[in-house]
């Protein structure tokens, strides 16, 4: 049964916060949770239950949330906190695998609580944001997303149940990438390669893996060191035993191309101003499909302007594709690239459809491929397949479909779809990317 309303604020003495303690599972000793090689930070046993922070500031959303959570296998609440300093005392003792975090607290605030408590690589918890979905809470959760926290779930209301079914099911996904995580379900090793085929090293990043064609520009090592990188997000330790992987494929298409597309999901928000920061400004446009609810769009487009001091707009539909822009497509829309007039491209925005993920990279690539005369394809984190059909569609018209490296991504499982699939012409970490692709474009920096 899902839980009666009840007043929003629920708030002990004035200066006081609650900090309830679930015994279950979370009994020193009990050996619910082994330690990662190399570090003092705790990790889940695949065998138990993922323990399960609660930290916000509203009665209503707290049993909310120990609702969803104790009805999803796999997940246990090991207690919950009313405010953000209390929130603090309760990660430090409990330990917990996974925290929901409220984003809007008196006090101490959500992105306090990260700040006191940064995610760093291979560390837990994974923090969830919960947050309310209005242009203001979409600004302040991208700041939590560049502070650590992996996703969000809105914020329900206290007078619809239909909006607790969403809550829920939303989180439920969430916990579900939080699980890939922790036990290393969606993180693979390295991609093996000989040595000889290693251009040379770029000061912080991994070497971009070359395609074997002719008409490939000058080496990596040419090209600028990458700025400095963003907040550190969760990340477990890859797995060392070598996997049988697709070669490089190569590309038949040349001269510098005239529309980039990318396709990317969770851990992007945070993924993508490593990947434009050394691309931009290009002088071909760029469109990201980014999965992201609506009203997040247009706050990210504004955030990452801010960011990399370069024009990122919301896309439009019917407008043309400028030189030097970055398009970001409106959250929860699909659209498809095509010509507006001869030489110029345009987007439409479509409506409906039976696309999972939306905006779907499988139709802009798609699109992209059949009008663009020489379009390239990127695909970043993210779990699941979004952006594989679409690069084989680039892949078939001889173009670039450049990868990131899935050791070095929050959720692999978009670009791990694309090399196992033999789509990839280069793979790389984003910033390496974005710099080869200033060289295609012929940008040198």
């Known amino acids: ?49 993922l323990r399960v922070l609660i930290i916000d500031d509203s009665a209503f959303m707290r049993a909310s949330l120990r609702h969803i959570v104790g009805h999803t296998p796999g997940f246990v ?30 006090g101490l605030d959500g992105i306090g609580v990260l700040k006191r408590v940064r995610p760093s690589p291979g560390a837990v918890p994974v923090v969830i944001m919960v947050s309310a979905f209005t242009t203001q809470g979409a600004a302040l959760t991208l700041s939590a997303l560049s502070a650590g926290a992996i996703d969000f779930v809105p914020k329900a209301s206290e007078h619809f149940k239909t909006d607790l079914a969403q809550v829920g099911e939303l989180l439920r996904s969430k916990l579900a990438v939080a699980a890939a995580i922790l ?12 040595d000889a085929e290693a251009p040379s090293p770029l000061p912080h990043t991994p070497p971009v893996v070359e395609p074997t064609h002719t008409d490939a520009p000058a080496p ?81 487009a504004d955030s990452l302007a801010a960011t990399l001091g370069v024009t990122v707009v919301e896309a439009e539909d019917g407008k043309e594709l400028a030189a030097h822009t970055v398009y970001l497509l409106p959250g929860g829309r699909n659209a498809e690239v095509f010509r507006l007039r001869p030489g110029v491209l345009a987007l439409r925005l479509l409506d409906g459809g039976n696309a999972v993920y939306r905006p779907n990279a499988d139709i802009l690539f798609r699109s992209a491929a059949l009008t663009a005369r020489r379009p ?70």
Request: with cysteine.
């Open 1 to 49: 049964m899902v839980p009666r309303p009840r007043h929003r604020r629920d708030r002990t003495a004035e200066g006081t916060g609650l900090f309830h303690h679930h015994r279950r599972g979370a009994v020193a000793g009990s050996g619910r949770r082994g330690r990662q090689d190399g570090g003092d930070c705790l990790m889940p046993t695949p065998s138990a239950p």
């Open 77 to 106: 609440v090991v207690g919950e906190a009313n405010d953000g300093l209390s929130g603090v005392e309760a990660i430090r003792n409990l330990r917990p695998d996974v925290v929901t975090l409220d984003l809007d607290m008196p």
């Open 183 to 194: 036990t290393g379900r969606d993180r693979p090793p390295a991609r093996p390669r000989p």
């Open 220 to 300: 990596l090592s040419t090209a600028a060191p990458a700025a400095a990188a963003p907040a550190a997000l969760p990340r477990v330790a890859a797995q060392h035993h070598r996997v049988s992987t697709p070669p490089l494929r190569a590309v038949t298409m040349t001269g510098a191309p005239d529309l980039v597309t990318v396709a990317s999901s969770t851990g992007g928000p945070q993924t993508l101003p490593e990947f434009l920061r050394p691309l931009c400004p290009c002088p071909a446009p760029i469109v990201i499909a980014q999965h992201i609810p609506a009203v997040f769009s247009r706050s990210l």
């Open 376 to 445: 390239v394809g990127v695909i970043l984190t993210g779990m699941g397949s979004d952006g594989c059909e679409g690069a084989r569609a680039l892949a078939q018209r001889g173009a670039p479909v450049l990868v990131q490296d899935p050791a070095s991504a929050v959720i692999w499982g978009m670009p791990r779809s694309a090399i196992d699939a033999g789509l990839a012409s280069e793979v790389g970490e984003p910033a390496a990317l974005g710099r080869r692709l200033a060289l295609l474009a012929g940008r040198e920096g």
